[in-house]
């Protein structure tokens, strides 16, 4: 069984900057896919990001040159460094980690961007 934690988010104005970690524990494939999703109240839950286990990214287009994603490894966990923040990137932002055989969550963290 993986658990994930995520931390990170928090309250910032419009053109901030945050950022998110999630740590996995538990027993963990070494080759693996960790990313974001992220859902707003009404919405269905949306791909923010993804980081393979060789760092292979890929990030949904609304937020291509603003979000980069990184991970450790070593640490099993990755990172979503958030930039220049807008009002619609305000959402519940969800951590997974992915293998050819299971999917795990974490328990989402809230980022709410406004004045």
């Known amino acids: 069984q993986v658990k994930l934690v995520e931390s990170g988010g928090g309250l910032v104005q419009p053109g901030g900057s945050l950022r998110l970690s999630c740590a996995a524990s538990?027993?963990?494939?070494?080759?693996?896919?960790m990313g974001w999703y992220r859902q707003t109240p009404g919405k269905e839950r949306e791909w923010v990001a993804s980081?393979?286990?060789?760092?292979?990214?890929d990030f949904v287009d609304s937020v291509k040159g603003r979000f980069t994603i990184s991970r450790d490894n070593a640490k099993n966990t990755v990172y979503l460094q958030m930039n220049t923040l807008k009002p619609e990137d305000t959402a519940v932002y969800y951590c997974y980690l992915r293998t050819p055989t299971m999917s795990s969550w974490g328990q989402g963290t809230q980022v709410t961007v406004s004045l």
């Open positions: 980081i393979t286990s060789n760092k292979y990214t």
């Open positions: 538990g027993s963990i494939f070494s080759i693996n896919t």
